[in-house]
Protein backbone atom coordinates (compact mmCIF):
# COMPACT_ATOMS: atom_id res chain seq x y z
CA UNK A 1 0.00 0.00 0.00
CA UNK A 2 1.27 3.60 -1.05
CA UNK A 3 -0.27 7.09 -0.66
CA UNK A 4 0.11 9.75 -2.65
CA UNK A 5 -1.21 13.24 -3.01
CA UNK A 6 -3.50 13.71 -5.45
CA UNK A 7 -6.29 16.74 -5.99
CA UNK A 8 -4.78 18.26 -2.79
CA UNK A 9 -5.55 14.94 -0.65
CA UNK A 10 -3.90 11.78 0.19
CA UNK A 11 -5.14 8.63 -1.82
CA UNK A 12 -3.99 4.91 -0.37
CA UNK A 13 -3.64 2.86 -3.37
CA UNK A 14 -2.32 -0.47 -4.13
CA UNK A 15 -0.93 -1.68 -7.16
CA UNK A 16 -0.49 -5.27 -8.73
CA UNK A 17 0.92 -6.52 -11.93
CA UNK A 18 3.62 -5.03 -14.42
CA UNK A 19 3.17 -1.42 -14.99
CA UNK A 20 3.74 -1.44 -18.55
CA UNK A 21 0.84 -3.74 -18.76
CA UNK A 22 -2.65 -2.20 -19.47
CA UNK A 23 -4.12 -1.10 -16.40
CA UNK A 24 -7.50 -1.83 -14.57
CA UNK A 25 -8.60 0.78 -12.00
CA UNK A 26 -10.93 -0.66 -9.51
CA UNK A 27 -13.20 1.74 -7.51
CA UNK A 28 -15.04 0.99 -4.44
CA UNK A 29 -17.96 1.59 -3.55
CA UNK A 30 -19.80 4.07 -0.50
CA UNK A 31 -17.86 3.89 3.06
CA UNK A 32 -16.07 0.55 1.30
CA UNK A 33 -12.52 0.18 1.47
CA UNK A 34 -10.14 -0.95 -1.24
CA UNK A 35 -9.81 -4.64 0.71
CA UNK A 36 -12.87 -5.02 -0.62
CA UNK A 37 -11.04 -5.42 -3.74
CA UNK A 38 -9.51 -8.44 -2.30
CA UNK A 39 -5.85 -9.29 -2.51
CA UNK A 40 -6.56 -13.04 -4.63
CA UNK A 41 -8.95 -11.00 -7.09
CA UNK A 42 -6.24 -8.64 -8.01
CA UNK A 43 -3.69 -10.55 -8.08
CA UNK A 44 -5.81 -12.94 -10.60
CA UNK A 45 -6.36 -10.33 -12.95
CA UNK A 46 -2.78 -9.64 -12.62
CA UNK A 47 -1.60 -13.20 -13.74
CA UNK A 48 -4.01 -12.82 -16.59
CA UNK A 49 -1.80 -9.65 -17.95
CA UNK A 50 -3.03 -6.59 -16.04
CA UNK A 51 -1.79 -3.39 -14.12
CA UNK A 52 -4.55 -3.73 -11.19
CA UNK A 53 -4.54 -0.24 -9.40
CA UNK A 54 -7.06 0.01 -6.40
CA UNK A 55 -7.59 2.85 -4.01
CA UNK A 56 -9.50 4.32 -0.90
CA UNK A 57 -11.73 6.80 -2.03
CA UNK A 58 -12.15 10.38 0.24
CA UNK A 59 -13.14 9.71 3.66
CA UNK A 60 -12.57 6.20 3.66
CA UNK A 61 -9.64 3.93 4.68
CA UNK A 62 -6.31 5.40 4.87
CA UNK A 63 -7.35 8.36 2.26
CA UNK A 64 -7.95 11.62 3.48
CA UNK A 65 -11.01 11.82 5.77
CA UNK A 66 -12.97 14.95 5.79
CA UNK A 67 -13.67 15.32 9.64
CA UNK A 68 -13.93 18.56 9.79
CA UNK A 69 -17.80 18.04 8.50
CA UNK A 70 -20.65 16.59 9.98
CA UNK A 71 -21.58 12.76 8.88
CA UNK A 72 -23.44 13.01 5.59
CA UNK A 73 -27.38 12.50 6.67
CA UNK A 74 -28.53 10.96 3.62
CA UNK A 75 -32.38 11.29 3.85
CA UNK A 76 -31.78 15.10 4.55
CA UNK A 77 -29.79 14.96 1.45
CA UNK A 78 -32.26 13.42 -0.76
CA UNK A 79 -34.92 15.82 0.76
CA UNK A 80 -32.87 18.53 -0.69
CA UNK A 81 -32.51 17.51 -4.02
CA UNK A 82 -35.37 16.43 -4.22
CA UNK A 83 -36.32 19.97 -3.53
CA UNK A 84 -34.20 21.58 -6.18
CA UNK A 85 -31.84 22.79 -3.96
CA UNK A 86 -27.98 22.49 -3.69
CA UNK A 87 -26.77 21.08 -0.57
CA UNK A 88 -23.79 21.92 1.78
CA UNK A 89 -21.37 19.00 1.06
CA UNK A 90 -17.80 19.15 1.38
CA UNK A 91 -16.83 17.19 -2.47
CA UNK A 92 -19.06 15.72 -4.87
CA UNK A 93 -18.85 12.33 -7.27
CA UNK A 94 -16.80 14.65 -9.62
CA UNK A 95 -14.33 15.75 -7.34
CA UNK A 96 -14.25 11.45 -6.89
CA UNK A 97 -14.03 11.04 -10.35
CA UNK A 98 -11.55 13.66 -10.86
CA UNK A 99 -9.40 11.90 -7.54
CA UNK A 100 -9.56 8.75 -9.81
CA UNK A 101 -8.18 10.16 -12.70
CA UNK A 102 -5.37 12.24 -10.71
CA UNK A 103 -4.26 9.28 -9.41
CA UNK A 104 -3.89 7.51 -12.67
CA UNK A 105 -2.20 10.61 -14.23
CA UNK A 106 -0.02 10.84 -11.20
CA UNK A 107 0.80 7.15 -11.41
CA UNK A 108 1.38 7.81 -15.00
CA UNK A 109 -1.25 6.04 -16.75
CA UNK A 110 -2.94 7.32 -19.95
CA UNK A 111 -5.88 5.10 -20.27
CA UNK A 112 -7.28 2.35 -17.84
CA UNK A 113 -10.26 -0.05 -18.12
CA UNK A 114 -12.32 1.40 -15.28
CA UNK A 115 -14.20 -0.91 -12.96
CA UNK A 116 -16.67 0.30 -10.27
CA UNK A 117 -19.40 -1.41 -7.88
CA UNK A 118 -22.11 0.39 -6.23
CA UNK A 119 -21.06 4.23 -5.64
CA UNK A 120 -18.23 3.36 -7.36
CA UNK A 121 -20.01 2.23 -10.34
CA UNK A 122 -21.57 5.62 -10.41
CA UNK A 123 -17.73 7.19 -9.79
CA UNK A 124 -16.92 5.22 -13.19
CA UNK A 125 -19.99 6.31 -14.98
CA UNK A 126 -18.40 10.06 -14.22
CA UNK A 127 -15.00 8.81 -15.18
CA UNK A 128 -16.17 7.46 -18.62
CA UNK A 129 -18.65 10.59 -19.20
CA UNK A 130 -15.68 13.19 -18.16
CA UNK A 131 -13.06 11.78 -19.52
CA UNK A 132 -13.79 9.60 -22.14
CA UNK A 133 -9.84 9.80 -23.79
CA UNK A 134 -8.55 8.44 -20.66
CA UNK A 135 -10.49 4.77 -20.62
CA UNK A 136 -10.25 2.11 -22.20
CA UNK A 137 -13.84 0.71 -21.02
CA UNK A 138 -16.52 0.62 -18.66
CA UNK A 139 -17.57 -1.89 -16.05
CA UNK A 140 -20.42 -0.77 -13.72
CA UNK A 141 -21.78 -2.96 -11.12
CA UNK A 142 -24.67 -3.25 -8.58
CA UNK A 143 -24.83 0.76 -9.84
CA UNK A 144 -27.23 3.35 -11.22
CA UNK A 145 -26.59 6.74 -13.05
CA UNK A 146 -28.79 8.10 -10.37
CA UNK A 147 -31.20 9.15 -12.70
CA UNK A 148 -34.86 9.12 -10.44
CA UNK A 149 -36.63 8.05 -13.97
CA UNK A 150 -34.81 4.99 -14.28
CA UNK A 151 -37.62 1.93 -12.30
CA UNK A 152 -36.35 0.84 -9.08
CA UNK A 153 -35.31 -2.35 -8.41
CA UNK A 154 -37.56 -5.40 -7.87
CA UNK A 155 -38.58 -6.21 -4.80
CA UNK A 156 -37.70 -9.93 -5.55
CA UNK A 157 -34.26 -8.79 -5.92
CA UNK A 158 -33.94 -7.35 -2.35
CA UNK A 159 -33.67 -11.09 -0.67
Given at each position: ?????????D???????????????????????M?????????M??????????????????????????????????????????????Y?????S????G???????K???????????????????????R?????????T????A??P??????L
Open positions: MSILKVNGILAFDSYGNETDETILLIAGLGTQIRWTAPFCELAHRGYRVIRFDNRDTGLSTHFNQYATLDFEALARTLMSGQSPEIPTLDDMDDAILIDVLGIKAHVVGRSMGGMIAQLVAGRYPDVLSLTSIMSTGNPLPTSPKLW
